[in-house]
C-alpha cells in the first residue's frame, strides 16, 4: 500500500475535512502557505511548509520551524500556486 500524503491549503474548509484530518493517521503532511494556519487550529504539525509564505503567519512559521518542519519558502513571483508547489 502507498503512504497517505496530506496536503492542506488555505480557503474555506468543512469541520468534516478537519476532523479527517485530525483524526486520520498521515505519513507526511504538507501545509502550503496560510494552510499553515489551518494545520495548527486543528492541531496538525506539518512535516513541511511551501509557498511563497506571503499569507501565512509569521507566528506559526516560526513555530513551525521550531518544532522541526522543514521551511521551503519561494519568491512572491513564481509562476506557479502554493498548491502546486
Not at 500524503?5 to 496560510?34: C, Y
Not at 496538525?44 to 501565512?56: C, E, F, W
Amino acid at each position: 500500500m502507498g503512504k497517505r500524503i496530506l496536503v492542506i491549503t488555505g480557503g474555506e474548509h468543512s469541520t468534516g475535512s478537519a476532523d479527517m484530518a485530525r483524526n486520520t493517521p498521515f505519513d507526511f503532511v504538507i501545509a502550503a502557505d496560510s494552510g499553515l494556519d489551518l494545520a495548527e487550529a486543528i492541531g496538525i504539525r506539518p512535516d513541511i511548509v511551501v509557498g511563497d509564505l506571503d499569507s501565512a503567519s509569521p507566528a506559526a512559521i516560526a513555530r513551525a520551524r521550531n518544532h522541526g518542519s522543514e521551511i521551503e519558502a519561494h519568491p512572491a513571483g513564481k509562476d506557479q500556486t502554493d498548491f502546486e508547489l
